[in-house]
Every structure is written in structure tokens, then in C-alpha cells.
């Protein structure tokens, strides 16, 4: 079990899925929200049973963006609340159970179904199974990275949002689409590549 654990951080660290300033938590935080992007086959009831809630906690969130729960627009940013554990001790994240269906990939899941808030090695990390043989009617363990802040950066901000970065995306206009100043994103996220076109960053929110 060390051994799993000592790997599956030394993963989170290589991958940038969270820097050294995370790498050690002792408590989680009750709300995170996550930037989850829609894609077409996607609506918001798949996706509350992604995140595992409901649908009126994800409206909660999204007022200005989604006016119709039938017909959510595609190629938009919506926000969706979850717990941000604190994991063995080792990191923030939550840990969302995910029903296998046939065809399911970890590829697929991370990619489509939780919108490159994951990745298929990460998935992988924390599954007992091999990525080729997932039994049909498997309970599959998805883990997105979180996070509660950085007091040494600023005790204004006590909500943050995961945001996985996207092609064509870099600093100014991840900052734009936040309000926030790049200055304010780049110090939560001091060692992050934002035109890199994948992998995570924290943006503080205002709830």
C-alpha cells in the first residue's frame, strides 16, 4: 500500500496534475467546482451523474449559463460543484464513482465522459484493473485533482476552480474568461505551461 501510494504521488507531481505547494494536505475543503466542457452527445443529466449529484446543485452554479436543462449549448464551459478531499494525506482530490459501460475505454472516460479533468493513466493508477480487460459491470474509481488554496499566496480565495486547459488557450485568455488578472492565476499555478493545450490549473473563483 506505501509503495502505491509513493507512486501514485510521484505520478501526480511528474504530470502536473499538482505542484509541491499541494503535495501535502491535512484536511480537504467542502466545495471545489470543476470547468467541465461540453461536448455533443453530452447534457447535463449525464453529466450530474458524472459528478454525482444532482442536476438542480449543477444549475445552482451556472445560472448564466444554462437557461435550458434540455438543450445546454456545446463547446461551452460549465461549472460543477464537488467535495475537495484530502486524500491518504497526499494530495486534493475527489474520488468519483463511475458505472462501466460497454466500450467504456479509460481513455474514453477521462477524455469524454469527465471532460480531460482526468487522464487515462491517472484513471488507471487507481483501478484494480487492466485498462483492456474492465469487466462489464465495473465501479470504476475516477480521480480529479482539486484544490483549497494557497494561504501563502492570498487568503482572499477559499473556492477554486479546476480548469483543464484546451488547445489554443494561454494565460491571457484563460484570465480574461476568469476576470482575474494573469498575475493572480500565475501565482496559484507558478510551474504550468498555459499554452501547452492540456494538463490542469487552479483559478480562484468567487462564489
Known amino acids: 500500500m506505501l509503495r502505491f501510494l509513493l507512486v501514485a504521488f510521484m505520478f501526480l507531481i511528474s504530470s502536473g496534475f499538482i505542484s509541491l505547494v499541494q503535495s501535502v494536505c491535512i484536511r480537504g475543503c467542502d466545495l471545489a467546482l470543476a470547468s467541465y466542457y461540453i461536448q455533443p452527445g453530452n447534457d447535463i443529466y449525464s453529466v450530474s451523474k458524472y459528478i454525482n449529484t444532482s442536476v438542480n446543485n449543477i444549475l445552482k452554479y451556472n445560472l448564466n449559463t444554462i437557461h435550458n436543462v434540455y438543450s445546454i449549448q456545446k463547446y461551452v464551459r460549465i461549472n460543477v460543484p464537488f467535495r475537495c478531499d484530502c ?43 487492466d485498462g483492456s480487460q474492465i469487466p462489464d459491470d465495473a465501479i470504476i474509481n475516477v480521480t480529479v485533482n482539486c484544490s483549497c488554496g494557497d494561504p501563502s499566496v492570498s487568503k482572499d480565495y477559499g473556492l477554486f476552480l479546476t480548469y483543464p486547459l484546451r488547445a489554443g488557450e494561454n494565460l491571457d485568455s484563460v484570465s480574461s474568461a476568469a476576470n482575474l488578472s494573469s498575475g493572480l492565476i500565475r501565482s496559484y499555478n507558478p510551474d504550468v505551461n498555459f499554452s501547452q493545450g492540456s494538463g490542469l490549473v487552479y483559478i480562484p473563483w468567487r462564489g
Open 87 to 129: 486524500i491518504n494525506g497526499d494530495f486534493f482530490g475527489h474520488v468519483f464513482k463511475y458505472d462501466h459501460r460497454i466500450g467504456d475505454t479509460y481513455e474514453k472516460i477521462a477524455e469524454v465522459s469527465y471532460a480531460n479533468l482526468t487522464t487515462r493513466d491517472w484513471i488507471q493508477m487507481f483501478n484494480i484493473y
